[in-house]
C-alpha cells in the first residue's frame, strides 16, 4: 500500500518568516496530493491541493510544489503570521484506491 | 448550511459500554469515511464506505462496526468501550479517493 512520510514533525518559526513542509510518497499512481490544516480543536480542512499534471500552485501566502519523479512534495509558506499555527497534514491517496494515506502530520508553531 | 456533521460532539461513558456516532453528509458524495485521533494527532483511517460497500477495513477490533442506512449517512457503532478507545473520532466525505475530504467536527469520546 502506499507509504506517507511527512518532515518535520515539529516546526518553529518567527512571525514572518518562511516554513516548508515536505511530503515523500510510494506509490507512483498517485495524482492528487491535498494538505489539510488542522487548528487547535478543530476539524481538518483543506488549504490546498496540487494534481499530477502540473509542479507548483500557489495561492496568496502558501504554494504547493511536486516532484512526481522524486515522489515529493512539499507546502510552502511565506510570511508566516500567528494564526497560521495548526498541524499540517499531506495525503497522497494511491491511484485508483479508496484508501486514504495521510502523513502523520506536523505542528507548526508561529512565534509572534 | 453544514456539509459533514456528526453527533454527538462530547460522548463521556464508562468501560464497557456500547455507544454509537452518528454521521450525515449533504454533499452527495459517493464516499465516507471513520477516522480515530489520539493525543499524537496521527489521523488513522478506520472505515472508508462507497455507495454502501465497506471498501477497506483497517486493523480495528470488531468492536467496532460501521452501519450506513443510505449514502449520506454513515454511523460507527462501538461495543464493550475500553480505556484505549479515548480519542477525537473524524467522520469525512469525498467524492472519491482522489478528492477532497470534508471532515465533520469531531466526536471527542472518553472512556471511564
Known amino acids: 500500500g502506499e507509504n506517507v512520510e511527512q518532515h518535520p514533525s515539529t516546526l518553529s518559526v518567527q512571525e514572518g518568516d518562511s516554513a516548508v513542509i515536505k511530503c515523500t510518497y510510494s506509490?507512483?499512481?498517485?495524482?492528487?496530493f491535498p494538505w489539510y490544516k488542522q487548528e487547535l480543536g478543530k476539524r481538518p480542512q483543506l488549504i490546498i491541493d496540487?494534481?499530477?499534471?502540473?509542479g507548483e500552485k500557489k495561492d496568496q501566502r502558501i504554494a504547493v510544489t511536486l516532484n512526481k519523479t522524486a515522489k515529493h512534495f512539499s507546502l510552502h509558506i511565506t510570511e508566516t503570521q500567528p494564526e497560521d499555527s495548526a498541524v499540517y497534514f499531506c495525503?497522497?491517496?494511491?491511484?485508483?484506491?479508496?484508501?486514504?494515506?495521510f502523513g502523520r502530520g506536523t505542528s507548526l508553531i508561529v512565534h509572534p | 448550511d453544514t456539509a459533514v456533521s456528526q453527533t454527538p460532539k462530547y460522548l463521556v461513558t464508562q468501560m464497557g459500554n456500547d455507544k454509537s456516532i452518528k454521521c450525515e453528509q449533504n454533499?452527495?458524495?459517493?464516499?465516507m469515511y471513520w477516522y480515530k485521533q489520539d493525543s499524537k494527532k496521527f489521523l488513522k483511517i478506520m472505515f472508508s464506505?462507497?455507495?454502501?460497500?465497506?471498501?477497506i477495513n483497517e486493523t480495528v477490533p470488531n468492536r467496532f462496526s460501521p452501519k450506513s442506512p443510505d449514502k449520506a449517512h454513515l454511523n460507527l457503532h462501538i461495543n464493550s468501550l475500553e480505556l484505549g478507545d479515548s480519542a477525537v473520532y473524524f467522520c469525512?466525505?469525498?467524492?472519491?479517493?482522489?478528492?477532497?475530504?470534508?471532515f465533520g467536527p469531531g466526536t471527542r469520546l472518553t472512556v471511564l
Open positions: 454533499l452527495g458524495h459517493d464516499t
Open positions: 464506505y462507497n455507495n454502501k460497500e465497506l471498501i
Open positions: 506509490d507512483s499512481a498517485s495524482n492528487y
Open positions: 496540487i494534481r499530477s499534471n502540473v
Open positions: 469525512a466525505s469525498s467524492q472519491d479517493g482522489a478528492d477532497t475530504q470534508y
Open positions: 495525503a497522497a491517496p494511491p491511484g485508483g484506491s479508496y484508501i486514504p494515506t
